[in-house]
C-alpha cells in the first residue's frame, strides 16, 4: 500500500517510531497542519498542558570556536566581548529564582576563563536556590563534565547542529562531529539529562540529513531537543541564504515530539525571531518549554549569536511576565515544578 499521511501519523502516534523513508514524506508533504495537529495531541497526552520556563542567562559572549554561522565566533571583530564575574552570575541566578524560574540555563560561547574551579563554584552557589541548574558551555573533556556534575550541574545543552559530515566539517571549521559525539556521550554517562539539536536551514543542509539528524536524536535518547531555524548573519563568512525556515524547523519539532512523546521541547527563540508569535505557535505544534532571557539589558545586545534576537531591550523582570501572559492566553500555564524529563515518565 502506499504510504500516505494518515498511516504515517496513525503508526507514530501509535508506536512512536517511523523508519527514515516515513521521516523523509513527512518532511516533504506540504500537509504540515496534520503533523502539528498530531504533535499537539501527543504534547497534551504526555507531558500535559503545563510550559516549564527556564531563565537563560548568557553570561559570556567570548568563544574559542569559529563556527561559520554564529555572530559569536573568534574572528568577529565587530562585536563587544563581554564576560560576567562568578559573583555577578550568582547574583543574576538568584534574582531569576526570585522571579519564580526552577532552571537556571547557564549559556556562554567557549570562554576558556572559567576555569574548573570557577564554573564549580557557580554551579554549586547556585544551586543553593533550590533550581535545577542547565549548562550550555560547549565542548569539554570528560573531568570538566565530570567536575560540573560533582559541583551538582543537572542538565547540559550541546547541539549537534546537524549530522552530515561533510556539513559539519565545512561549517565548523577545527571542530568535528566525532568530538561532539563524544561530549553528548560522555555528558550522557555522567548522568545528566542530555540536551541536544540541530539548525534547520544551514546552507548546503539536505532534507535527507534532517532525517538522519532526528534519527540519531532519538537514538541517544535525548532528554531534551530543541530546534531552531537556522538565521543569516551578516558578519560572518557563510553565504547569504533566501527563506524562512520557521515552517520547517517547526516541522521537524513536531515530528521530535511524535517519535519521543514524552521529552522536554522548546519553542525556541529563534522561532519567534523569525515570527512574532513564533513562540506560542511551537507551543501548540508539540513543544512544552520556553527559555526566556534573564541576561541584565545592557549585555543582550552583545549576545547576537543571529541579528534580530527578541527582547533584546527588555528585562529579566518583563520577559518573565510577559511570557507568563502569553502562556495564559493560549490556556496553558506556567508549572511549577523543576521539569525533569524523568519525572515526565
Ligand atoms: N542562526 C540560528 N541559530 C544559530 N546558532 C548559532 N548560530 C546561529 C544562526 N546563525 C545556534 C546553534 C547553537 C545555539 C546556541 O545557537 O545551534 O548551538
Ligand atoms: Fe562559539 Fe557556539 Fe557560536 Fe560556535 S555556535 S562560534 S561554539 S558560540
Ligand atoms: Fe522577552 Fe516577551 S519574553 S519581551
Given at each position: ?13 501509535s ?13 516533504k ?24 520556563l527556564r ?13 561559520l ?26 534574582k531569576?529564582?526570585e522571579y519564580?524560574?526552577k532552571?537556571?540555563v ?21 544551586k543553593?536556590?533550590d533550581?535545577?541548574?542547565t549548562?550550555?558551555?560547549g565542548?569539554?573533556?570528560f573531568?570538566e563534565?565530570k ?6 550541574a543537572d542538565?547540559?545543552l550541546?547541539?549537534?547542529?546537524t ?12 571542530m568535528?562531529?566525532?568530538n ?25 543542509q539536505?532534507i ?30 557563510i ?8 515552517e520547517?524547523a ?7 515530539r ?10 525556541t527563540?529563534?522561532m ?24 541584565e ?46 519525572s515526565?515518565?
Amino acid at each position: 500500500m502506499a504510504k500516505c499521511i494518515y498511516s504515517i501519523l496513525d503508526k507514530a502516534v501509535s508506536t512512536y517510531n517511523l523508519d527514515k523513508s516515513e521521516i523523509l514524506y513527512l518532511l516533504k508533504t506540504e500537509e504540515n497542519d496534520k503533523i502539528f495537529s498530531a504533535a499537539d495531541k501527543v504534547r497534551k497526552k504526555h507531558v500535559g498542558d503545563k510550559v516549564h520556563l527556564r531563565a537563560l542567562i548568557e553570561f559570556s559572549n567570548y568563544c574559542k570556536q569559529n563556527c561559520l554561522y554564529c555572530g559569536l565566533r573568534r574572528d568577529n571583530a565587530k562585536i563587544a566581548r563581554y564576560r560576567l564575574e562568578t559573583q555577578e552570575i550568582i547574583n543574576l541566578a538568584n534574582k531569576a529564582a526570585e522571579y519564580g524560574y526552577k532552571t537556571i540555563v547557564l549559556q556562554s560561547g567557549e570562554d576558556l576563563y572559567y576555569t574548573i574551579n570557577k564554573m564549580s563554584k557557580i554551579i554549586s552557589e547556585i544551586k543553593k536556590f533550590d533550581v535545577a541548574v542547565t549548562l550550555s558551555i560547549g565542548e569539554k573533556t570528560f573531568e570538566e563534565y565530570k567536575a560540573y556534575r560533582e559541583a551538582g550541574a543537572d542538565r547540559y545543552l550541546l547541539r549537534i547542529e546537524t549530522t552530515d559530515e561533510a556539513l559539519y566539517d565545512k561549517l565548523d571549521p577545527g571542530m568535528s562531529l566525532k568530538n561532539r559525539t563524544r561530549c553528548l556521550e560522555d555528558i550522557k554517562r555522567l548522568g545528566y539529562e542530555v540536551g541536544s539539536g540541530i539548525m534547520v536551514g544551514l546552507p548546503g543542509q539536505t532534507i535527507e540529513s534532517i532525517a538522519k539528524d532526528i534519527i540519531y536524536l532519538k537514538s541517544i535518547p535525548v532528554d531534551m531537543a530543541g530546534i531552531g531555524p537556522f538565521i543569516y548573519h551578516p558578519d560572518t563568512p557563510i553565504e547569504k541564504i533566501e527563506g524562512n525556515f520557521f515552517e520547517l524547523a517547526l516541522k521537524v519539532m513536531a515530528i521530535l515530539r511524535l517519535l519521543m512523546p514524552d521529552i522536554n521541547i522548546p519553542a525556541t527563540t529563534a522561532m519567534e525571531t523569525l515570527n512574532p508569535n513564533g513562540r506560542l505557535i511551537a507551543l501548540q505544534c508539540g513543544a512544552n518549554v520556553v527559555m526566556p532571557n534573564a541576561t541584565e539589558t545592557a549585555y543582550r545586545k552583545h549576545y547576537e549569536i543571529y541579528p534580530g534576537k527578541i527582547c533584546m531591550g527588555d528585562s529579566p523582570k518583563h520577559c518573565r511576565f510577559c511570557i507568563e501572559n502569553k502562556i495564559k492566553s493560549i490556556n496553558r500555564n506556567v508549572a511549577e515544578s523543576k521539569g525533569y524529563h524523568r519525572s515526565n515518565s
